[in-house]
């Protein structure tokens, strides 16, 4: 039966963007039993971007448009488990409710702890914060914002008197100079990068200054680029701010109004600043290059220092920050339009987390831990108990686990075995613990796999509540799904628990809009202005209202109805005094923890979403980079003996991991250095989980762990062979060295190697595989075996294996999979690889939006399309979300090189 669409507006669950999702689907159609393949979640269709949503107005990069490819039901988590046992909720609740009870009664309430997420939705969040630090009395409750955000929120609340984001999107298109600091935004906030393209072809004389030591697909639109050494930052803006004194060209009356401690701010600033010519030494630019900075700073009122995690995780993250404020600060360049300090920020809710209290040294609302907003905090809660003093942070709060200090610990909505530093003592420190809670949507994430209970959680689409976006903005996420088995949404689990403690009146909420409620009145108690963070025109909303609002920047209430565009516009800070305070900040150069002559540098591609949990889900996001990589300089490749597309083992005295090697001609990686994504872990790599190598190294003030800057060493891994396998089978982790993992769009697909024979291997798939036809080639001494497995006629399997690296693309054998009947030509095909008689097909995809591959692309190049817009119109590719067009670019221009480089030749 077709029954009409129904449609619904939501909010994407990636980035800090927070773009608006319009989703359409057959009502009716999906039941809570329904074991939902990706071919059944065809009621749902693809997702669109939410015309009318300020942050994007209807556009979506591609893993917001690949929303729909990840909601089927693989590997969810459905019901409660106790040490890998079903159990009933009632059972799994009332076991974690009597361990804190017990842990309490025995050790204090310190002994518990939760660690939460930004991508917790902010009732979730709220009632976490509430249950822990009003009920339970500990403040254990941090998050992997820690990790995320902590530096910045650090910085804002040292200099401006609160966590309060100035600015918004609408500054980036109408600043005139925009300075992208420790930021790959054409990646990682890839809409709010579309809108920068746009805001920059739209005015030519906008000027884009990149500062990254890597030159990424950001720097695409970069008018400068300055590749520093990693971690120099703070020389640059102190200089940059000797420089502007010196120049004459501060902003005294803003500074005399507004601000207190410019002098001493002024002197700690000269003591690290120098000439260019001495600066261009720690920073490793060109004085050329700098002295253009300089001036372009000077001479433009209209600046946006928009900054990320190059700048937040490092040890000296905190003062990064204030050297930036410290400069808008001293320009008056805060709070208008298209000129402030911008932290954007990663996660859907990192700033929804930030709002409640979600961090251990914060308690609630914009509020921290002095008596009086203790006292305020308690009397609205009619806490019992109220945490007394600030908790663990992350790093610490894990070091207290394996210290056995903690003895319970509840993890909710993270995955830190992949994403803390030190990720295999984060595994020691489970161990130890007495019991260790996950609530997750999926089943078999590495730190499920490390716990004792499993709470099954209602995942994006399934859930209802709120995020806010990087600039302040609250958009609702509404549900469109029923959820599978018995996942139940966060707020749901956290406030059934807090009921079996004993504290049934306030944690009686039965809806995700009673949470907001309490927590917009808790905004507005006794605020009178006093506070930023204030919602009290939300109070009161109905459930229709709550399901029905707009988007909305905080805060609201009688002075902003609507909404308040630009924080300190008006000159009013925060503080004590109400004036911005400059810090003192002394540049200092990241310390050496770890033993290796080459610094890792981690970070993010464009596809995937941290530990992938969810995006690995998509082929379509799987096809843009398949493998774990390292990038590396040339230079650093030979004197290893390192080959482009070698395995390379990177290593130090904590661990290591096992990746594919880019060596890197074009100068985008700097000598001495490594990039290497996140997101690879245990359910989908072999050995990539490169926290293991990462130092506890954190910044003093916000515990924010250096996660950018790692000593290692790196060495070819010699293998005896390498292959692939393509299966409509799940096959499981692998017993080879090396297997990456990964969907593709017919079934399964793993990059293979080992040191050993394969032999062993290959029977081992036979005995996972069913039973069938096996078509063989093999040439052992060589190690290469080539196999295709059929059932009736149809492809189950195949396995390449070779001693040298040398296989084109598989796009044409994943179609074979769909083929109801192999036909007697593409049979005899299936060894080669490729149709007969036929060449390699389209290549790896780079527009994911519309599956255009890279060998397409070449032809379309060599035959005359010479601009990522005339590709476009050809091939579509770059043409909806945008995201690709960087790449296009650079396809573009290694063509024309190679074409220069053969006319060269040819001339000779
Ligand atoms: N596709 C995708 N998008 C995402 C995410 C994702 O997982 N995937 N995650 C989201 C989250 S939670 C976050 S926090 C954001 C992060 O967004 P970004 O911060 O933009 O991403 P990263 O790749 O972590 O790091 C940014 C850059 O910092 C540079 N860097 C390293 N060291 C230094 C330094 O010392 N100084 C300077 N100036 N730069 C340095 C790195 O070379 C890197 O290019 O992305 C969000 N968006
Ligand atoms: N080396 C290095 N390490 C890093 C970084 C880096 O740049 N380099 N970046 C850091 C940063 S900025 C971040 S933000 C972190 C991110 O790191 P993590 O937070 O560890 O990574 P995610 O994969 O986002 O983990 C989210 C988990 O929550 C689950 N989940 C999704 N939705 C829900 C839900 O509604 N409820 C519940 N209960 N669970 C849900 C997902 O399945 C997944 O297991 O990594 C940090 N670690
Ligand atoms: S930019 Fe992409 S990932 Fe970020 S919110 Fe928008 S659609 Fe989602
Ligand atoms: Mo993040």
Known sequence: MITELQQTNTTCPYCGVGCGVTVQYQAGEISPTANLTTAQTGSVQPVAGMQAHPANFGRLCVKGSALHETIDHTDRLLYPTMNGKRTSWDKALSLVADKIQQVIHTHGPDAVAFYGSGQLLTEDYYVANKLMKGFIGSANMDTNSRLCMASAVASYKRSLGSDTVPGNYEDLEKTDLLIMVGSNAAWAHPILFQRIVAAKKANPAMKVVVIDPRRTATCDIADLHLAIRPGSDTFLFNALLTYMDQSNALDYSFIHNHTDGIAEALESASASSATFEELAQPLDVSSSDLNLFFEWFRDTPKTVTFYSQGVNQSSAGTDKANAIINLHLATGRIGKEGASPFSITGQPNA???????????????????????????????????????????????????????????????????????????????????????????????????????????????????????????????????????????????????????GHEEAFNYEHASDVFDEHARLSAFENNGKRDFDLSGLVGMSRSQYDALAPIQWPVNDQYPSGRARFFDDGHFYTATGKAKFINVEARLPEVHSQGDLVMNTGRIRDHWHTMTRTAKSA??????????????????????????????????????????????????????????????????????????????????????????????????????????????????????????????????????????????????????????????????????????????????????????????????????????????????????????????????????????????????????????????????????????????????REALATNAADAMTAE
Request: charge should be neutral; glycine fraction near 8%; hydrophobic fraction near 40%.
């Open 351 to 501: 700033m929804g987390g930030r709002e409640v209290g979600g961090l251990a040294n914060q308690l609630a609302a914009h509020m921290d831990f002095s008596a009086a907003e203790r006292d305020l905090v308690r009397r609205f809660w009619q806490a019992p108990t109220i945490a007394e003093r600030p908790g663990h942070k992350a790093v610490d709060l894990f070091n207290a686990v394996k210290e056995g200090k903690i003895k319970f610990l509840w993890i909710m909505s993270t995955n830190p075995l992949v994403s803390m530093p030190d990720a295999d003592d984060v595994k020691e420190a489970m161990k130890r613990c007495e019991l260790v809670v996950v609530s997750d949507c999926m089943a078999n994430t590495d730190t499920t796999a490390a716990a004792h209970v499993l709470l099954p959680a209602a995942s994006w689409g399934e859930k209802n509540g709120t995020v806010t976006n990087s600039e302040r903005r609250i958009s609702r996420q509404r549900g469109f799904l029923p959820s599978p088995g018995e996942a139940m949404p966060d707020w749901w689990i956290i406030s059934q628990v807090g009921r079996r403690l």
């Open 620 to 893: 379509r996001l799987g096809q843009h980079i398949a493998e774990p990589y390292a990038d590396i300089h040339p230079d650093d490749a030979n004197l290893r003996g390192i080959k482009h597309g070698d395995l390379v083992e990177i290593h130090n005295e904590r661990g290591h991991i096992i990746v594919r090697a880019q060596v890197i001609n074009d100068g985008r990686q700097r000598k001495g250095e490594l990039f290497v994504p996140m997101h690879w872990t245990n359910r989908y790599a072999s050995k990539a989980r490169m926290g293991t190598l990462i130092a506890k190294t954190t910044d003093p003030i916000s515990g924010q762990p250096e996660l950018k800057f790692t000593q290692v060493n790196a060495r070819p891994f010699n293998t005896a062979w390498q292959g692939f396998i393509l299966s409509r089978k799940d096959l499981g982790p692998l017993p080879a060295d090396y297997w990456i993992y990964g969907v593709t769009e017919t079934g399964h697909g793993y990059e293979i190697a080992d040191r050993e024979s394969p032999l062993a291997l290959i029977e081992t798939l036979k005995a996972r595989l069913p039973e069938g036809d096996w078509i063989t080639l093999s040439d052992p001494s060589h190690n290469h075996y080539r196999l295709a497995l059929l059932t009736d006629g149809r492809l189950q399997a195949v396995i390449f294996i070779h001693q040298n690296y040398d296989f084109g693309a598989r796009q044409w054998l994943i179609e074979r999979f769909n083929d109801e009947t192999l036909s007697a030509n593409d049979r005899k095909a299936l060894l080669a690889g490729r149709p007969l008689g036929k060449q390699a097909d389209k290549g790896a995809i780079i527009c994911s939006c519309f599956q255009v591959g890279e060998n397409t692309i070449k032809n379309s190049i060599q035959q005359g399309c010479s601009t990522a817009e005339a590709l476009g119109e050809a091939l579509k590719c770059g043409t909806n979300c945008g995201s690709c067009i960087p790449e296009l670019k650079a396809l573009i221009q």
